[in-house]
């Protein structure tokens, strides 16, 4: 079965500090596509950074990568120069096929 | 562009009621489409999914049903709801509405079970 596993139920970071998230994957295929979802309190889906796995280089979008570790199925998303408004609940999600499975998700603080 | 509506956006029932939840799609046709539940603790929940009319696969087996009458429109059904359906209700589908895309999402439909 297709899991995805979030070990850090919440973390805090300085405002203009980084801050890595935690993701890791299981899965039998070969080609996929990872992601990171933001949800800031108003409760919409916001995608944040998408990874297929037939790439090797690790994707970026302005302040936010990932680490993306095919072999580990690691799939980290690093927040630089955090900022107040990257307060939000984050979840990592996989999809293989059809399905698309999320992780329970990391309760980020972004302290002022 | 491709736009999801869900309705109602809040919706409070006494246990042992019915339920119904209503999922409608533009700007795509055929897309696969998804019910996922948002309950605390437990992150987003993938209860079912569709690739095509009628045609309807379960994630988790509870008092749930859905249903896929038209191309664009999805439906989530109970016949008696339980305390433990609480939750935030979310319907996806991917870009494009085929899969490996990422997933749009609507704005939710939070359900209050008393």
């Known amino acids: 079965a297709q899991t995805v596993t979030q070990s850090q139920p919440e973390m805090s970071v300085q405002e203009a500090e980084t801050v890595t998230l935690s993701c890791t994957y299981d899965?039998?295929?070969?080609?996929?596509?990872l992601f990171w979802y933001k949800q800031p309190p108003s409760r919409q889906m916001i995608l944040v950074i998408r990874q297929e796995a037939y790439k090797q280089q690790n994707a970026t979008e302005n302040r936010f990568s990932v680490n993306f570790q095919k072999a580990a199925k690691s799939f980290s998303l690093k927040i630089s120069d955090s900022q107040l408004g990257d307060t939000a609940m984050y979840f990592c999600?996989?999809?293989?096929?059809?399905?698309?499975?999320f992780g329970t998700g990391t309760r980020l603080k972004v302290l002022a | 562009s491709q736009t999801i509506h869900q309705w109602p956006a809040t919706l409070v029932q006494p246990v042992g009621s019915p339920l119904s939840l209503e999922c409608t799609v533009e700007?795509?046709?055929?897309?696969?489409l998804y019910w996922y539940r948002q309950a605390a603790g437990r992150g987003l929940q993938l209860l079912f999914y569709?690739?095509?009319?009628?045609?309807i696969s379960s994630e988790v087996p509870q008092n749930l049903s859905a249903s896929r009458p038209q191309d664009r429109q999805f439906i989530l059904s109970s016949k008696k709801l339980l305390l433990s359906d609480s939750g935030f209700y979310l319907c996806a589908m991917p870009q494009r509405g085929g899969a490996s895309g990422e997933l749009f999402f609507g704005e939710g439909s939070r359900l209050t079970v008393l």
């Open positions: 999600a996989f999809t293989g096929t059809y399905k698309y499975i």
């Open positions: 899965t039998s295929e070969n080609n996929y596509y």
């Open positions: 569709s690739v095509g009319i009628g045609q």
């Open positions: 700007g795509t046709s055929n897309p696969n």
